[in-house]
């Protein structure tokens, strides 16, 4: 069984509801920036973003516990 066809099992409507809690996720994690190490919002914030799909090449350059200048230093 391919994709398509478990997609085709589903109802019509889901599919749009699953595209517009993807996008609306997307949405969080562009727009608020991470928490700082430790925080008591840092596992939400990584469970908002992996439902955006910010996994592999798509991951965000600011997350959650690490620091935001990655350049080396002298």
Same mark, same amino acid.
């Given at each position: 069984m391919d994709i398509t066809a478990f997609l085709d099992l589903l109802p019509s409507n889901i599919g749009l509801i699953v595209a517009c809690v993807i996008?609306?996720?997307?949405?969080?994690?562009?727009?608020? !920036? #991470?928490p700082a190490n430790g925080s008591r919002w840092g596992l939400l914030y990584r469970a908002i973003s992996t439902v955006a799909l910010n996994i592999g090449w798509?991951?965000?350059?600011?997350?959650?516990? !690490? #620091?935001?200048?990655t350049r080396p230093r002298p």
């Amino acid at each position: 069984m391919d994709i398509t066809a478990f997609l085709d099992l589903l109802p019509s409507n889901i599919g749009l509801i699953v595209a517009c809690v993807i996008i609306v996720c997307k949405l969080i994690t562009v727009t608020v !920036r #991470p928490p700082a190490n430790g925080s008591r919002w840092g596992l939400l914030y990584r469970a908002i973003s992996t439902v955006a799909l910010n996994i592999g090449w798509a991951t965000n350059r600011f997350q959650a516990g !690490r #620091p935001t200048d990655t350049r080396p230093r002298p």
